[in-house]
């Protein structure tokens, strides 16, 4: 596993500087969680680490790789939405195993590599379910699975849990620091909740104004001994 390097990196749409140079090291295997006021540049920022936004200046590294301009699935990173985007038509299980057809892997492997997913998050007796017949925790784990199927070195999650009941948002929050201690990969986690990140994080990246304004171990910088 490797470190992923933000160098200089912004994004511009138009007149409008949504990050503004930033830079930063993640060590591999960290969970870090991004803070910060709407607009401030976080989901822009995710979203250039995943591919799935270009990057108007400077550069994202992971390991030796200068991976600025690959496509997603060649980044080794993966990405997942808090809306879960799954496909209302496909079984669970087809579901996970989605990017690897894309990637033309046959079906067997697909359906083993998808079964191992679904086992991962707890989730083999729904395999054959539909989307509609799930709960909204449910979702949020096929999502999980779809996009850790990829086995991606950086995990990206834009407010995953923002959807979900308090109650339910409690327990994926341990299922992800469960899975992110499982897998030993890193975790980049945008989240609104001061909450979240104390509970979750090894580090955190407060970021202002399309800056990074402050960046450190959860100590550091929430001040709590
Ligand atoms: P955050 O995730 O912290 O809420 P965003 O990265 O979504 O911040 O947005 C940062 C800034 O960039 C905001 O001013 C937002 O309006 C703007 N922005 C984000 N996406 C786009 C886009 N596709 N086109 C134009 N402006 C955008
Ligand atoms: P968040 O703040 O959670 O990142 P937003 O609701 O700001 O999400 O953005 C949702 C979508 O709308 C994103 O795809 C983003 O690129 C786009 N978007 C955000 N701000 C703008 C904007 N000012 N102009 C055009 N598209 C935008």
């Not at 990050?19 to 969680?33: L, M, P, T």
């Not at 939405?81 to 996970?96: G, I, K, M, R």
Request: aromatic letters at 4%; charged letters at 25%.
């Amino acid at each position: 596993n490797s470190d992923l390097e933000l160098i200089a990196l912004t994004k511009r749409y138009g007149e409008t500087v949504a990050v503004d140079s930033i830079a930063h090291r993640f060590k591999a295997g960290v969970y870090a969680c991004m803070l910060g006021p709407s607009g401030c540049g976080k989901s822009s920022t995710l979203r250039m680490i995943a591919g799935h936004e270009t990057v108007s200046d400077g550069s994202i590294v992971l390991g030796r790789r200068d991976v600025s301009h690959l496509p997603p699935a060649k980044r080794g990173t993966a990405m997942m939405f808090q809306n879960y985007a799954l496909f209302p038509h496909l079984t669970v299980q087809d579901n996970v195993a989605f990017s690897l057809r894309m990637a033309g892997i046959d079906k067997p492997e697909r359906h083993k590599r998808a079964d191992e997913m679904l086992e991962l998050v707890e989730l083999t007796a729904l395999a054959q379910r539909k989307p509609d017949q799930l709960s909204g925790g449910q979702k949020q784990r096929v999502a999980l699975a779809r996009a850790l199927i990829t086995r991606p070195q950086v995990l990206l999650l834009d407010e995953p849990l923002s959807a979900l009941d308090p109650f339910l948002r409690i327990r994926m929050r341990a299922e992800l620091k469960r899975l992110q201690r499982e897998l030993g990969i890193s975790f980049i986690h945008v989240t609104h909740g001061q909450d979240e990140a104390l509970a979750l994080a090894d580090e955190i990246i407060v970021m202002n104004n399309a800056k990074i304004e402050q960046a450190g171990p959860v100590r550091e910088v929430f001040n709590t001994p």
